[in-house]
């Protein structure tokens, strides 16, 4: 309980500091949103029909790239780190590809697919593949090896009795991390894919800060904060659930 | 009576290793019968165990099963030192991972996990976590998972030396009784010999660099067996003084 009223004073104490910040001028007059218009500027988004769309367009890309992403990730992650031919084969180009920003690859993913929910989710898709590859990778690469021992005695051995016995439960822990960082991450590639040109809330936000319409740019920071705490909310509770097992 | 597994002057070099660990080592083990195998620390104890095991292809001579294999049981089954129970799996469903690739029935398979676990003492925990067990309870749980799959020899590797002195001499007396119940041989590695002696139809006693038998004593005492038969007190001195320990 007294968690929940520091936390809430915590917050009134920072808009009142902002508000503050704007009464007394600290800042230059017409940059700084005025917090008490922001239930307002929430109401005309709603009522012009901007909002609900630009969500619904995010979210289209959101779980597209975020999906696919993770999907590529987990299963390449996998094969590298089980199949040592693969593992050689993909060491270096991995190593090329990894540090290039998913921003960087707009231009090819307006290129080849256009200003479209297919190029923004893409863009989003390579960043979490990366995430969701390297968390799986060195999961597979840390599991005790006496469990596969224990698989070999007990007659499950093969590759895919092991992979199913073994390695995929014990994985599950570092893989299911990795994609939780993946739901985040893909939100940052997302609002800044569109902030370069493709529908939903990131553009509407560049849109609005054009005009200097500020108090619109923070109604739409506060959807995408809510938004992605409802999917962190959400993938927590699948969590537990599926690693019920863990002290 | 005839014998489950034998080796035949079984060698083994660990990998980069200068000399064998084991050499020219022979032995029969019979069919239903209760082997130790005592000796020094890195003597080879536990690498005899991984080769009957099948973890380790032997170097040189031959590890090989003299029945031949049975539907619905296994050749072997090994306990671990470290209990080693799947983490994410209940206890009624490691139990069952051994089943799980052996061509019986869904029913067949849950009434040998329910068998296995009432035999145990674990009728009541077969919803819980590993995480959520004893010491001693973890081990129940690795010979009731070796149990289930009915094998022909039971392969132990120092099952006990991490539980406290009580429980220990608890499962001792447990492990006999369960042997007793199955038509199991168990080869039972451990450092200690009055365990050995408590325990076994026959202690063998590994030794020498590289290791081989140097000792096959067969423990005549009825059982259960009492430690303050003189008869067991003489058992051990006379494989302690073997070992070189007094």
């Given at each position: 309980?007294?968690?929940?009223?520091?936390?809430?004073?915590?917050?009134?104490?920072?808009?009142?500091?902002?508000?503050?910040?704007?009464?007394?001028?600290?800042?230059?007059?017409?940059?700084?949103?005025?917090?008490?218009?922001?239930?307002?500027?929430?109401?005309?988004?709603?009522?012009?029909?901007?909002?609900?769309p630009a969500v619904g367009s995010s979210l289209i890309h959101y779980f597209w790239g975020l999906g696919l992403g993770?999907?590529?990730?987990?299963?390449?992650?996998?094969?590298?780190?089980?199949?040592?031919?693969?593992?050689?084969?993909?060491?270096?180009?991995?190593?090329?590809?990894?540090?290039?920003?998913?921003?960087?690859?707009?231009?090819?993913?307006?290129?080849?697919?256009?200003?479209?929910?297919?190029?923004?989710?893409?863009v989003i898709a390579i960043g979490v593949f990366w995430v969701n590859y390297f968390a799986t990778y060195s999961a597979?690469?840390?599991?005790?090896?006496?469990?596969?021992?224990?698989?070999?005695?007990?007659?499950?051995?093969?590759?895919?009795?092991?992979?199913?016995?073994?390695?995929?439960?014990?994985?599950?822990?570092?893989?299911?991390?990795?994609?939780?960082?993946?739901?985040?991450?893909?939100?940052?590639?997302?609002?800044?894919?569109?902030?370069?040109?493709?529908?939903?809330m990131g553009q509407e936000m560049n849109a609005a800060a054009g005009v200097g319409a500020y108090e619109a740019v923070?109604?739409?920071?506060?959807?995408?904060?809510?938004?992605?705490?409802?999917?962190?909310?959400?993938?927590?509770?699948?969590?537990?659930?599926?690693?019920?097992?863990?002290? | 009576?005839?014998?489950?597994?034998?080796?035949?002057?079984?060698?083994?070099?660990?990998?980069?290793?200068?000399?064998?660990?084991?050499?020219?080592?022979?032995?029969?083990?019979?069919?239903?019968?209760?082997?130790?195998?005592?000796?020094?620390?890195?003597?080879?104890?536990?690498?005899?165990?991984?080769?009957?095991?099948?973890?380790?292809?032997?170097?040189?001579?031959?590890?090989?099963?003299?029945?031949?294999?049975?539907?619905?049981?296994?050749?072997?089954?090994?306990?671990?030192?470290?209990?080693?129970?799947?983490?994410?799996?209940?206890?009624?469903?490691?139990?069952?991972?051994?089943?799980?690739?052996?061509?019986?029935?869904?029913?067949?398979?849950?009434?040998?996990?329910?068998?296995?676990?009432?035999?145990?003492?674990?009728?009541?925990?077969?919803?819980?976590?590993?995480?959520?067990?004893?010491?001693?309870?973890?081990?129940?749980?690795?010979?009731?998972?070796?149990?289930?799959?009915?094998?022909?020899?039971?392969?132990?590797?120092?099952?006990?030396?991490?539980?406290?002195?009580?429980?220990?001499?608890?499962?001792?007396?447990?492990?006999?009784?369960?042997?007793?119940?199955?038509?199991?041989?168990?080869?039972?590695?451990?450092?200690?010999?009055?365990?050995?002696?408590?325990?076994?139809?026959?202690?063998?006693?590994?030794?020498?660099?590289?290791?081989?038998?140097?000792?096959?004593?067969?423990?005549?005492?009825?059982?259960?067996?009492?430690?303050?038969?003189?008869?067991?007190?003489?058992?051990?001195?006379?494989?302690?003084?073997?070992?070189?320990?007094?």
């Open positions: 309980m007294t968690r929940v009223v520091y936390g809430v004073a915590g917050v009134v104490l920072f808009v009142l500091l902002w508000k503050a910040a704007g009464v007394f001028a600290w800042v230059r007059p017409g940059t700084l949103p005025d917090p008490f218009l922001l239930p307002d500027a929430f109401l005309q988004e709603w009522q012009s029909d901007r909002l609900l993770t999907l590529f990730g987990i299963l390449v992650g996998m094969a590298a780190a089980t199949v040592h031919r693969f593992d050689m084969l993909q060491a270096y180009l991995a190593r090329i590809l990894r540090p290039i920003p998913p921003l960087a690859w707009v231009v090819f993913a307006i290129a080849w697919f256009k200003v479209s929910h297919a190029g923004a989710a893409f597979v690469r840390n599991i005790d090896p006496r469990f596969y021992e224990l698989a070999r005695s007990f007659g499950q051995g093969g590759y895919w009795r092991r992979a199913r016995s073994i390695t995929l439960p014990a994985i599950a822990p570092g893989t299911l991390a990795g994609v939780r960082t993946g739901i985040g991450q893909a939100w940052m590639t997302l609002i800044a894919a569109e902030l370069l040109g493709v529908p939903g923070v109604v739409y920071m506060l959807a995408i904060s809510l938004v992605y705490a409802l999917c962190d909310l959400v993938y927590g509770l699948i969590e537990r659930r599926v690693l019920a097992w863990r002290p | 009576m005839a014998s489950v597994m034998e080796f035949d002057r079984l060698s083994y070099t660990h990998p980069g290793a200068a000399g064998p660990v084991i050499q020219d080592l022979s032995l029969a083990i019979e069919a239903g019968s209760f082997v130790a195998v005592v000796g020094g620390s890195g003597v080879g104890k536990s690498t005899l165990l991984r080769v009957a095991a099948g973890l380790i292809e032997p170097g040189g001579g031959s590890m090989r099963f003299t029945l031949p294999q049975r539907p619905g049981r296994r050749r072997r089954a090994v306990v671990f030192q470290d209990g080693r129970l799947l983490p994410w799996r209940t206890v009624s469903d490691n139990v069952a991972y051994g089943l799980e690739t052996l061509d019986i029935d869904a029913a067949q398979k849950r009434e040998r996990v329910t068998e296995a676990l009432s035999l145990t003492g674990l009728a009541e925990f077969g919803d819980r976590w590993p995480h959520q067990l004893s010491g001693g309870q973890a081990q129940r749980v690795g010979i009731a998972r070796a149990l289930a799959v009915k094998p022909d020899i039971l392969l132990m590797d120092e099952p006990f030396s991490a539980v406290d002195a009580l429980t220990r001499r608890k499962l001792q007396a447990e492990l006999i009784r369960l042997w007793q119940a199955s038509q199991s041989a168990v080869m039972f590695v451990t450092h200690d010999i009055d365990e050995a002696v408590f325990l076994a139809d026959r202690v063998v006693v590994l030794g020498g660099q590289p290791a081989s038998v140097v000792e096959n004593l067969a423990i005549d005492l009825p059982r259960p067996r009492d430690r303050t038969n003189p008869a067991f007190a003489d058992a051990v001195a006379h494989l302690s003084a073997r070992l070189g320990v007094e």
